[in-house]
């Protein structure tokens, strides 16, 4: 599903940015060059400058810092010629310079450091939002804090009924008081993941969704994956890299190293012998990441926790125990609710 070609994807990505960046500048050249002829032959004088100065250092057999102070002199009095008639003329002065989508890595994706190339934010973020495209999450134009609304939940408190000493609704406020602290805490280890349990149709999807789009509009990477998906890519990862040890997959890593995780659906995917060792190396992997930085995850699933030992092995619940803040959530399904009120 996720192959390497999205790796390909963001690479044309970035060279569209660039070749975008380079038509502007030329434009603007053809605009400047036409009103101050002079500054032509002082863009053409930096260029042959260049080579010629690139060939002397590497034939020079005497002092090289010579030679580079030597050409840094020289272009530096041409940059501050062309400055200078720019301004005359009434251009901004960066008039010539390129304008990049991203100053950071001047859109390729690549910031260089001492310790070599790293990644740059508008590269992960491209990345995830790629991912997200092809994770099926309705992007939650609909379904966010905006449009959250508690009066779906009964405010009566029964307890054989809903299965909680408080009312729904008071139960659904006091949940999303604690998600809006999840948000704003985010980034620190303290911050315990979230598991949401309960039945069908009382919003544990919504609320990963409102959760998902105030992170992302923080910044935050974010990947969102119903539990068959995720274990498909897990799958599918193993069986490709079995056969193909140069095999890389976007999908399989960003499950390991994406900030924000969801699993949607949990309890769902098929079972599988393998699958309780790879949830439980994902869910280990996961935590120990978070101690450097920020790796949190959110499962929702129907399966009430005090059931969860009869579908998974004693030592991923006693992680989820031991990892997750664990949230009931209750009252009618919203679902049926929604199509009586249209009827
Ligand atoms: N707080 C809320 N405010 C407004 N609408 C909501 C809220 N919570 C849920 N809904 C709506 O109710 C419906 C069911 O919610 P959702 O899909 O989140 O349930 P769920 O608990 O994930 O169910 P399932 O266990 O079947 O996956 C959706 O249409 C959703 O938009
Ligand atoms: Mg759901
Ligand atoms: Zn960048």
């Known amino acids: 599903m996720l192959g390497i070609n999205i790796y390909s994807a963001i690479k044309a990505e970035y060279d569209k940015r660039q070749k975008a960046a380079y038509d502007a500048l030329e434009q603007r050249k053809s605009i400047v060059y036409e009103k101050i002829p002079r500054l032509r032959e002082i863009d ?125 609704r008071r139960q659904i406020l006091g949940i999303k008081e604690d998600c809006l602290k999840f948000i704003e805490n985010f980034r620190s280890p303290d911050t315990k993941n979230l598991f949401f349990c309960g039945p069908a149709g009382v919003g544990k999807t919504f609320m990963t969704n409102c959760i998902a789009v105030e992170l992302l509009n923080r910044g935050i990477t974010v990947l969102y994956q119903p539990a068959p998906v995720l274990f498909n890519t897990i799958n599918e990862y193993k069986l490709r890299s079995l056969k193909d040890d140069t095999y890389q997959d976007a999908g399989y890593k960003s499950i390991y190293d994406v900030e924000l995780l969801i699993i949607d659906d949990l309890g769902t995917e098929s079972p599988s012998a393998a699958r309780y060792a790879d949830f439980l190396t994902l869910l280990s992997t996961r935590q120990a990441n978070d101690f450097s930085k920020p790796c949190k995850t959110i499962i929702s699933t129907n399966i009430d926790i005090k059931k969860m030992y009869e579908y998974y092995d004693e030592r991923i619940v006693s992680r989820i125990i031991g990892y997750f803040d664990i949230y009931k959530f209750a009252g009618e399904d919203i679902r049926k609710l929604k199509i009586l009120m249209e009827k």
């Not at 992960?124 to 999450?137: A, C, E, G, M, V």
């Open 44 to 168: 053409e004088e930096i260029q042959t400058l260049g080579l010629k100065y690139n060939k002397k250092i590497l034939l020079t057999s005497g002092s090289k810092e010579l030679l580079i102070s030597d050409f840094n002199f020289r272009i530096g009095s041409l940059k501050e010629e062309k400055i200078q008639l720019l301004e005359e003329a009434g251009f901004p002065k960066d008039y010539l310079e390129p304008v990049y989508q991203c100053s950071q890595c001047k859109d390729t994706g690549f910031i260089s450091t001492q310790k070599g190339d790293i990644k740059c934010a508008c590269y992960k973020q491209q990345l995830i939002n790629l991912l997200y495209s092809q994770s099926n999450l309705k992007l939650a134009e609909f379904e966010n804090f905006s449009t959250f609304n508690e009066n779906y939940y009964p405010d009566v408190v029964d307890e054989q009924k809903y299965g909680i000493k408080k009312s729904p």
